[in-house]
């Protein structure tokens, strides 16, 4: 008798959490449309510019940056730097410190031409070494990915305008990139 409530039991409860099918009921799910994104890993950025000790982090880099004379060397180190800006700034714009987020994007994106820069003289001499056209290439997608983003869910006008800024010097990025290609 046990056995036969049990089961009554169970078959009332999967027929209660399934009334739509048990009705005949159908239900349309649409799928989300899918968004391509660029497969390429943003690191993570340390401490923010809004920490106390920012500043050692900042002589840090600027000692790496004095110290590092190898040209594919410099180029990787920059690319770095505007990686974990673009992270620190858009952190900062979740903690919604806004003027400091789209300031530190700016320095990365700024970062980021640079690298771009070298890498075409590098390219005039020469001596490119195989994926790092390639790589710049994606971190500037990656970037123009993410600063879109950015700019959809801001709704102050100046920092808009400063991730526009931004947005530009990356599509400049991915134009001197396009032209070594």
Not at 36 to 65: A, E, M, N, Q, T
Not at 76 to 83: I, K, P, V
Not at 137 to 163: F, P, R, Y
Request: aromatic share 4%.
């Amino acid at each position: 008798m046990r056995q036969k409530s049990l089961l009554l039991l169970s078959v009332f409860l999967i027929c209660l959490f399934n009334v739509n099918s048990a009705w005949g009921v159908s239900k349309v799910i649409s799928a989300p449309t899918p968004t391509v994104s660029v497969d390429y890993p943003l690191p993570y950025p340390g401490i923010l510019p809004d920490h106390p000790l920012y500043f050692l982090k900042i002589v840090r880099d600027k000692i790496l940056g004095f110290i590092t004379k190898d040209p594919v060397k410099k180029i990787q180190l920059n690319l770095l730097f505007a990686d974990k800006d673009l992270t620190m700034g858009q952190q900062l714009l979740e903690k919604g410190k806004t003027d400091l987020g789209t300031d530190t994007i700016a320095k990365g994106e700024a970062l980021l031409l640079t690298a771009v820069k070298d890498l075409v003289k590098l390219k005039s001499s020469g001596s490119l070494p195989p994926g790092l056209l390639d790589k710049l290439q994606l971190a500037a997608k990656k970037h123009e990915e993410e600063i879109v983003k950015l700019i959809s869910i801001t709704s102050d006008e100046v920092n808009g305008e400063k991730l526009n800024g931004s947005l530009g010097i990356v599509h400049q990025a991915s134009q001197q990139i396009s032209s070594i290609k």
